[in-house]
């Protein structure tokens, strides 16, 4: 399994644009081959952070997003939004179990 977490602020004002960004290209990103969950997090106690945690099959089903229309399309929106500089920490994972 391969993990993408994506961490970047906003002004607080353009955050909601950032999440709907988001919300529009959601169910594409999970339709992609190989993705196991695509989720967008706002922080609770900060009103300009954001969260985007990414769970994929293997490392060439990211690349794969990575190059497609959805991601250039969210990044050409988020990107000049974005206050700082983004942080994305990326993993190789062996899933133990999954709990029901």
Do not use: C, K, Q
Request: net charge negative; charged share 25%.
């Amino acid at each position: 399994m391969f993990i993408a977490i994506l961490d970047f602020r906003t002004a607080a004002t353009d955050r909601p644009a950032a999440l709907a960004t988001f919300d529009a290209e959601g169910d594409l990103v999970r339709a992609m081959p190989g993705n196991v969950a695509f989720r967008v997090y706002a922080a609770r106690d900060d009103d300009t952070a954001t969260a985007v945690v990414h769970e994929w099959d293997d490392e060439a089903s990211f690349t794969g997003y990575l190059r497609s229309d959805s991601f250039a399309r969210s990044t050409g929106t988020i990107r000049p939004m974005m206050i700082g500089t983004p942080v994305s920490r990326r993993f190789r994972a062996d899933l133990l179990e999954t709990v029901a």
